[in-house]
């Protein structure tokens, strides 16, 4: 550039001002009945469930996550976010109670996996029915490079969708079982964490490194598939 000449980050100043257009704060909650009629019973369900909506969107982090996927879409081109179901159980329902001490030793192992036989759907263990004592809904911020759809015109037309996910070996053995979780190479390190290769603090092998953990959620066959792809022909998890 030339004497005099002065740069101004106009990309900047216009996402800056496209945010607050597009987002400004967290949605209220409104929960009406479609035909307002004297239904007490009915009436008392939608307080309910405005009530229970206000609470979600104050405690799954909605501000925050939209805000994220608004300026994605700004940049970028595309911002995404999740609804997750989150249940947690906790005790054995009464049906469900082991009565054999190979049952107890099940038990003692959730998710555990028969090691004979090399057929995973046949292998596994369903697991025992649990009392369902909580459940929540939470909003989850997705990064725009981990997200990808089908070819299609429109949003009814993809037929499949996939997130990707970063996880330790304490993580995936937690989420696929000790077995599994023990199988799945880990094939992702964090840039800059080699700079240090070669010197006395050098961190042990695994202490940063994750596994690349693909979730496809496939509209034609009504499944959910888990996989990693840096572990050929090995599924982590169907349902």
């Known amino acids: 550039a030339g004497a005099g000449v002065h740069r101004f980050n106009i990309l900047w100043s216009n996402v800056q001002t496209l945010i607050p257009t597009l987002y400004a704060k967290a949605p209220k909650p409104e929960v009406q009945r479609r035909f307002l009629d004297a239904d007490p019973a009915g009436r008392l369900a939608a307080i309910l469930l405005e009530r229970s909506l206000s609470y979600s969107v104050d405690t799954c982090e909605l501000d925050t996550s939209l805000r994220a996927a608004v300026q994605d879409r700004l940049l970028p081109g595309r911002?995404?976010?999740?609804?997750?179901?989150?249940?947690?159980?906790?005790?054995l329902l009464p049906d469900q109670e082991p009565e054999t001490e190979e049952a107890d030793e099940a038990e003692a192992a959730p998710g555990a996996v028969d090691n004979s036989g090399d057929d995973d759907d046949a292998a596994e263990q369903a697991e025992p029915l649990r009392e369902l004592t909580f459940e929540q809904v939470m909003v989850k911020y997705e990064y725009w490079e981990d997200y990808r759809e089908g070819p299609a015109r429109q949003w009814p037309e993809v037929p499949w969708?996939?997130?990707?996910?970063?996880?330790?070996?304490?993580?995936?053995?937690?989420?696929?079982?000790?077995?599994?979780?023990?199988?799945?190479?880990?094939?992702?390190?964090?840039?800059?964490?080699?700079?240090?290769?070669?010197?006395?603090?050098?961190?042990?092998?695994?202490?940063?490194?994750?596994?690349?953990?693909?979730?496809?959620?496939?509209k034609s066959k009504k499944q959910v598939v888990w996989y990693a792809p840096g572990t050929p022909d090995f599924i982590a998890d169907k349902q």
């Open 79 to 91: 911002g995404v976010c999740r609804v997750l179901y989150v249940p947690q159980f906790g005790n």
């Open 161 to 218: 969708v996939r997130y990707r996910s970063y996880m330790t070996r304490s993580e995936l053995i937690k989420r696929f079982g000790k077995k599994k979780g023990s199988k799945i190479n880990l094939d992702y390190t964090p840039s800059g964490i080699g700079d240090s290769a070669g010197t006395k603090d050098k961190p042990p092998p695994d202490l940063f490194k994750k596994a690349i953990i693909h979730e496809v959620w496939d």
